[in-house]
């Protein structure tokens, strides 16, 4: 069966339902790994590129692990796949309070901690982590009013502080695994060479751009700032490549191993 293509939408209507909540458009089945159905509001996306992440996750091995979520959005999405893959300690962070907040609701388990932080800032004293994950905000853009997909002017502003700081909070065998688009990766290869991380791409998918969504808007700049970057026209509408990295420390001493697709 082909997902998220069958993902299963309810929508529900009831007359009186939009006197009771008028911010609710539809619910979904938010994954096929959990019982969960998200309310989509007006004024918060869905976890879309979060939504096909899991399927390359669920190829680690999170059994008895301690796992950090870094950027987690309102749905605590990736901490709690974590959660249901195995892992046994499972901190999901974000910058955004509102959306820490809405995560919190959500997870009414508890079996997930919750904490506001700009990536690592608040977490130094929690241990370290055999897993980081993060499908962070990288969208290159002249100014910052949308922290959900804006990661400053080159979209690099949150990657370089995960990427900066994963040896601080990982254990020695930890594995960081990020969601990036493709006019990223050769900027993302040399952030992880200057910090004597080994890069691998463990998957990759085709995204169509969305009309009149915030990466359309963008094209231009993106191609402005990344020379040599073009996006793809497939049928009609452009396409770019979301890569998924598998992000580690050398292991003996051995650098021969970052990022080496061209
Ligand atoms: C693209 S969304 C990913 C949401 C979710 N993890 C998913 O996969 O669907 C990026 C998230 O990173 C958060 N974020 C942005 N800047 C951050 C920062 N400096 N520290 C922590 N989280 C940040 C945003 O608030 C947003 O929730």
Redesign the pocket.
């Known amino acids: 069966m082909c997902w998220p293509c069958s993902i299963n939408i309810t929508i529900r209507s009831n007359k009186n339902a939009k006197h009771v909540n008028k911010k609710i458009k539809k619910y979904v089945t938010a994954s096929p790994y959990l019982d969960m159905e998200i309310p989509i509001l007006d004024d918060i ?7 096909l ?1 899991v399927n390359f996750l669920k190829e680690l091995n999170f059994k008895n692990k301690k796992v950090l ?11 709690q796949h974590a959660k249901k893959f195995g892992a046994n300690y499972v901190l999901a ?4 309070t509102r ?1 820490i907040k809405k995560a919190r609701t959500l997870n009414k388990s508890g079996n997930i901690h919750f904490s506001v ?3 690592y ?1 608040k977490i130094l004293k929690r241990g370290k982590f055999n897993i980081v ?6 969208l290159p853009s002249r100014n910052n009013n949308r ?3 804006f ?1 400053g002017y080159y979209g690099l ?2 990657i370089k ?1 995960i990427i900066d700081g994963f040896k601080f909070v990982s254990t020695k065998n930890g594995v960081l695994c990020l ?1 990036v688009f493709d006019y990223l990766l050769t900027s993302i290869k040399i952030l992880c060479k200057e910090n004597a991380l080994s890069c691998d791409i463990i998957g990759h998918y085709n995204k169509n751009v969305r009309k009149g969504g915030e990466t359309e808007k963008k094209i231009k700049f993106i191609e402005k700032i990344y020379t040599k970057y073009k996006f793809k026209k497939n049928n009609g509408s452009y396409a770019h490549k979301v890569y998924i990295l598998k992000i580690k420390k050398y292991e003996n001493n051995n650098k021969s191993s970052c990022c080496n697709l061209k």
Do not use: C, E
Not at 69 to 79: C, M, P, R, S, W
Not at 93 to 96: C, G
């Open positions: 996306s869905l976890p879309k590129s979060g939504r992440f979520d870094v950027g987690t959005g309102y749905y605590g999405y990736l901490a962070v974000d910058i955004n959306a932080s700009d990536v800032s994950l993060s499908n962070p905000p990288q922290i959900h997909d990661g502003d949150v502080k969601l």
